[in-house]
């Protein structure tokens, strides 16, 4: 059956919008290199699960506010510019969010993990499992800009 008990087909449902920090180091020449990936904390779906960090938009909020207010919680961190990159939207049984995803190059602050999950800078293919299924078409960006070819995670 492709509608639920409210007669709603999962994609009518309306997405919660939620900002995404991408957070990359770069070399001197500017070159792209790691990425920060941390772990969904106990007791939100998905816990353990490898993402980038971020959350859901307030009332009010653009994309980079949220986002330099979920990286102020999440991680302590202040962010600089945030790039937006690419958005995508997913349909999950908990919800239908829009990914608005940014690229971050400079931030200040030490990392810390104010609500208990973990970080881990990775490169193609991660290392870290398992990854969230919004977490690996990101991966697949990130395959291309670099010319990656082969699995980008394990699965
Ligand atoms: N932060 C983040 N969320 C993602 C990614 N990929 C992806 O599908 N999501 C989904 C998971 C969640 O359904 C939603 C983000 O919601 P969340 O629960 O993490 O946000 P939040 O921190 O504002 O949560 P809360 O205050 O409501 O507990 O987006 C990603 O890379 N990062």
Do not use: N
Not at 45 to 74: C, D, I, M, N, S
Not at 92 to 106: I, T
Not at 123 to 143: K, M, N, S, Y
């Amino acid at each position: 059956m492709s509608e639920s008990l409210t007669g709603m087909a999962p994609t009518d449902r309306v997405p919660v919008e939620v900002a995404v920090g991408v957070l990359v180091e770069r070399d001197a020449q500017g070159r792209e290199g790691r990425f920060l990936l941390t772990s969904r904390p106990e007791g939100k779906v998905y816990a353990g699960y490898w993402e980038f960090p971020g959350g859901k938009l307030e009332a009010g909020e653009t994309v980079e506010q949220a986002l330099r207010r979920e990286l102020q919680e999440e991680l302590g961190i202040t962010i600089g510019a945030a790039h937006p990159w690419q958005e995508l939207v997913m349909d999950y049984p908990h919800a239908r969010v829009r990914l608005h995803f940014c690229k971050v190059f400079d931030w200040q602050g030490e990392f810390q993990m104010r609500e208990q999950q973990t970080m881990a800078w990775q490169a193609l293919p991660v290392e870290v499992r398992p990854v969230l299924p919004g977490t690996i078409p990101v991966l697949d960006w990130f395959a291309y800009e670099r010319s990656h070819t082969g699995p980008t995670h394990q699965a």
